[in-house]
């Protein structure tokens, strides 16, 4: 089971981040978190059956 964490990097933990570098970190997380987030709902919205109001391919956003 120690094996496991072997094969992460060590350089994450060597020296603490400037605030900086941990602003970008926590952002790039987000954008990662949001962009995941849109995916599955563009993913639910090509499965999901168009309601009686909505035409396939139409966008309520004008």
């Known amino acids: 089971m120690a094996d496991e964490f072997q094969d992460q990097p060590q ?3 060597k020296a603490p ?3 900086a570098e941990q602003r970008a970190e926590r952002l790039k997380a ?3 978190d949001n962009l995941r987030r849109r995916k599955a709902q563009v993913r639910g919205r090509a499965t999901a059956e ?3 109001d909505e035409t396939p391919g139409s966008d309520s956003r004008a």
Request: proline share 17%; no cysteine.
């Open 50 to 52: 168009p309601g009686p």
């Open 30 to 32: 987000a954008l990662r």
């Open 11 to 13: 350089d994450e933990t």
């Open 17 to 19: 981040k400037s605030a």
